[in-house]
């Protein structure tokens, strides 16, 4: 039995995060995901999810995951290492690695758990990770797995990344940052953080949850550099642009087997269902062909970016992708402005502390290629009329 001072602690901190505007809870989803949702009993138009090529339900996916399952069935029974390593998985790694100009790729059940698999499989106790200050959250409990010592950086700030290599006494050195940063939309200076993991020899892992599906035709925020680099690993979320679910690490062969060998969050994990491998190759081949969604992607956020311009009472973060935050500051002004939003049938997250520092405090709209531009005008018009 919980002693009842045991739940009382739960409960008090409970009423501490309501009191700061910081609880949370959860929206259910009685529809698709896609741009016209119905949540909570209510339609609205959503701008928050991060579906940015408006994949996650679109009718060809959905017939490939049919077919897949028909054949396949649902579970996979087993971790990829006893029976669960099916076809579908293989085929899709062959596929990502080739896709993204990598020599090898290994699936992940989830972004999170790659970022774990990855970090903790490349460095240990007595290595150190350098990190920037705005990455995920999955980046820094995976420094906490490792038990590497962990030393972050100003967001971008390379001097100060430099200075700490320059310092650093631990033999292994792993510099982790988001490619695009999920809360700012904005992106990390590839080649020069290659030129850092070049001139310290570190490993370079590079996180583009964002990034993938929607930058260079689809391929993904890496450079001609990066993408040669042995000392690049790359990973790609699969939930976002993809539609569909997972994470892919692209990387060097001997990189790849090693994580297969020792990244415990790949090891001791069932394979995650195979019809969703399945369908991520048809993702993978809609990506390849999505010029036309990425084109609309980007009138979007030109069209947003322009309505917004002369916009009081907050301003959007310089970013070119398809997260465009409307800073506003305080958690109070953004939660508002979002339930104001909801009253007229958008629904726009607000993103308090301590997702991200304090005082800015944001609304976080994304963009999708599912999006009409009379979805987005609607926006516009709505924040305008709220100002
Ligand atoms: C979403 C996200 C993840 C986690 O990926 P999941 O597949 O959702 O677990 C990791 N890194 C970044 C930057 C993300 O935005």
Known sequence: ??????????????????????????????????????????????????DYLGLAADPVLVAAAHRA????????????????????????????????????????????????????????????IFADRLNHASLVDAAQLSGATLTRYRHLDLAQLES???????????????????MDGDCAPVDA???????????LHLDDAHGFGVLNDGRGGLTPR?????RVIYLATLGKAAGVAGAAVAAHP?????????????????????????SLIESLRQIEVGSARRARLAAHVTRLRAGLSDLQGGHLLPS???????????????????????????????????????GTARLRITLSAAHSDADVMHLIEALHELA
Not at 20 to 35: I, P
Not at 96 to 118: I, W
Not at 325 to 345: C, I, Q, Y
Request: charged share 20%.
């Open 1 to 50: 039995m919980v002693s009842s001072a045991a739940l009382n602690r739960l409960e008090l901190g409970l009423a501490a995060r309501r009191a700061d505007q910081l609880e949370r809870r959860r929206s259910v989803l009685d529809s698709a995901q896609g741009a016209h949702i119905r949540v909570d009993g209510q339609a609205v138009i959503s701008f928050c999810s991060n």
């Open 69 to 128: 399952l028909d054949d396949c069935g649902l579970g996979a029974g087993a971790a990829h290492l006893i029976t669960g390593h099916h076809r579908y998985h293989h085929d899709f790694e062959t596929a990502f690695a080739h896709f993204v100009g990598k020599p090898a790729a290994l699936l992940f059940s989830t972004g999170y758990l790659a970022n774990l698999g990855v970090v903790s499989a490349l460095v240990k106790r007595h290595s150190e």
């Open 164 to 182: 700490q290599l320059a310092k650093s006494r631990a033999s292994d050195k792993l510099i982790v940052s988001d490619l695009v940063f999920s």
């Open 193 to 203: 953080l290659l030129d850092l993991a070049e001139r310290y020899d570190a490993w």
């Open 226 to 230: 990066a993408r040669a680099s042995d």
């Open 254 to 278: 001997v990189v790849i087997d090693w994580l297969v060998n020792t990244a415990r969050p790949y090891v001791y994990t069932t394979a995650s269902p195979p019809v969703l491998a399945a």
């Open 320 to 358: 070119s992708t398809p997260i465009q935050p409307w800073v506003v500051g305080e958690n109070a002004d953004a939660v508002r402005l979002s339930r104001a939003l909801l009253a007229r049938g958008l629904l726009v997250p607000a993103i308090r502390t301590p997702t991200v520092p304090a």
